[in-house]
């Protein structure tokens, strides 16, 4: 049925890279679920987890007034926020691993604190908490996702993008990430989008400008994607390029599927596993 959220595929960047990277992987993080619990799965790890409290503090700045953003430290909240993920429900199997990645957080909580200017400025927070429009109605294709920062501009009524980056890797070239956001941005509220930048927080003090891509020529880009990926659920043939063997991306899924992970949490919609490591080079990212 075209134009049906309820029936729409629901497609983020998380996933349309989950697809470019491995069909498999894409199918056991979005469309598999457990026979016995009906629910999907989901792998954590410590980078994971690392990225999802940093995130998580920050993020919640955009809430309050300016003038309160940094009256507290971000390191009492950040204790806060870490007990979420702290131990086996994080991905740590050692208090030594959790320690390093705790200290890694509270090193780019630090960097913020010393250059806070981006973040003491005016925010803009859209509406729903899942930021959401009709990629194409006619292919009842919706894409979805959350924007990390919105930098408000009074005096144009313009708005400047932010992506928080916890991962040692940078965004390549080719990355679809800014393409979807701006598409996101765009559609989802009403104000100028004047740019878009990167901040690494283990490595830049301030955030790192990005050229905006072409806007009709990314909704073009990520409709081509979005139709593969409709078309290969249809015919079901999600499977590894790299064949029955598996490859770095879906392995760690299939793992799981095998009963080499130890489940470490579950709540209404996931089951959440995790390996007895301290390294799993594909999820040393964060794209939550």
Known sequence: MAGDKKTALWLSYSSISDYLRCPRCYFLKSVYRDKATGKKIK?????????QAVHEVLEGLSKLRVEDRFAKPLFSNFELVWTKVSGRTGGFFSEEVEQAFKARGLAMLSLVTKNPDPLKKLAVKMSTDLPHYFLSEADNI???????????????????????????????????????????????????????????????????????????????????????????????????????????????????????????????????????????????????
């Not at 792998?43 to 990225?51: E, I």
């Not at 079901?236 to 793992?255: F, H, I, M, R």
């Open 43 to 51: 792998v954590v790890s410590p980078a994971l987890s690392l990225g």
């Open 142 to 288: 919706v894409l979805c996702g959350k924007v990390d920062w919105l930098q408000y501009f009074p005096e144009t009524d313009s708005v400047h993008i932010i992506d928080f980056k916890t991962s040692r890797f940078s965004e390549g070239p080719g990355s679809l990430q800014l393409p979807i956001y701006h598409l996101l941005v765009k559609n989802c509220q009403n104000r100028a989008i004047r740019g878009a930048s990167y901040w690494y927080l283990e490595s830049s003090d301030t955030p790192e400008e990005r050229i905006l891509p072409d806007v009709e020529e990314s909704a073009r880009r990520v409709l081509k994607i979005a139709k593969e990926i409709k078309l290969a659920r249809t015919l079901e043939k999600l499977v590894c390029s790299d064949g029955s063997a598996g490859c770095n991306y879906c392995q760690p899924y299939e793992d799981v599927l095998a009963g080499k992970a130890e489940r470490v949490k579950s709540d209404e919609r996931y089951d959440y596993y995790a390996f007895n490591t301290s390294s799993l080079e594909p999820f040393d990212s964060e794209v939550l």
